[in-house]
């Protein structure tokens, strides 16, 4: 059974950092695209990032909104993914899951995703 | 950026409709659109893929339809656990973006 588990998130001040990590169980972790998607309270879906898998040479995509602050990497030796944040702003308050990436075979989608971690930037 | 309009994005049916939501394309993304449901406090969870693909374990009274820029999320005989909220998103290029979302509400 895929399983993903988030965690890290909390309260932060504006301009502060945090990281999340996300735990996978359940496939080959190394085999696949992982991404960061958010939701602000009451709102929809947003895509943050995208690692890519080792033959992709782990590069990474970043929403325009995010890229320069957020970084994304992972530990395929450990199953786990990270979104290291920093210079969070009030808009980064957000629930961020942790999602599994189908790429190739033709077609592409977000197939699994973990529970989600709560991120609140506020003073 | 491709901007993904759905309509509507209110949608009040009752147990047995039929209903349609629409995603429009701000420009061509061939056939990588993927449909999602998503209830409250979870994870968006995948129906469609590659704009008409049932992913596996979604039952067949959802289908998807449409290529380029139009595209559609069919849903026959609803039952009360597809009340929800439905996202399309794109992923033909980067940065892949989302509907602005689609709440399916019981008449």
């Known amino acids: 059974e895929v399983q993903l588990v988030e965690s890290g998130g909390g309260l932060v001040q504006p301009g502060g950092s945090l990281r999340l990590s996300c735990a996978a169980s359940?496939?080959?972790?190394?085999?696949?695209?992982m991404d960061w998607v958010r939701q602000a309270p009451g709102k929809g879906l947003e895509w943050v990032g995208r690692?890519?898998?080792?033959?992709?040479?782990?590069?990474?995509e970043y929403a325009p909104s995010v890229k320069g602050r957020f970084t994304i990497s992972r530990d395929d030796s450990k199953n786990s993914l990270y979104l290291q944040m920093s210079s969070l702003k009030t808009e980064d308050t957000a629930v961020y899951y942790c999602?599994?990436?189908?790429?190739?075979?033709?077609?592409?989608?977000?197939?699994?995703g973990g529970q989600g971690t709560l991120v609140t930037v506020s003073s | 950026d491709i901007q993904l309009t759905q309509s509507p994005s209110f949608l009040s049916a009752s147990v047995g409709d039929t209903v349609t939501i629409t995603c429009r394309a701000s420009q061509d993304i061939s056939s990588y659109l993927a449909w999602y449901q998503q209830k409250p406090g979870k994870a968006p969870n995948l129906l469609i893929y590659a704009a008409s693909t049932l992913q596996s374990g979604v039952p067949s009274r959802f289908s998807g339809s449409g290529s380029g820029t139009e595209f559609t999320l069919t849903i026959s005989s609803l039952q009360p656990e597809d009340f929800a909220t439905y996202y399309c998103?794109?992923?033909?290029?980067?940065?892949?973006?989302f509907g602005q979302g689609t709440r399916l509400e019981i008449k």
């Open positions: 690692s890519r898998n080792k033959p992709n040479s782990y590069t990474r």
């Open positions: 999602i599994r990436a189908h790429e190739g075979s033709g077609w592409r989608a977000f197939d699994y």
């Open positions: 998103q794109q992923l033909n290029n980067y940065p892949i973006t």
């Open positions: 359940g496939f080959i972790f190394s085999d696949y695209y």
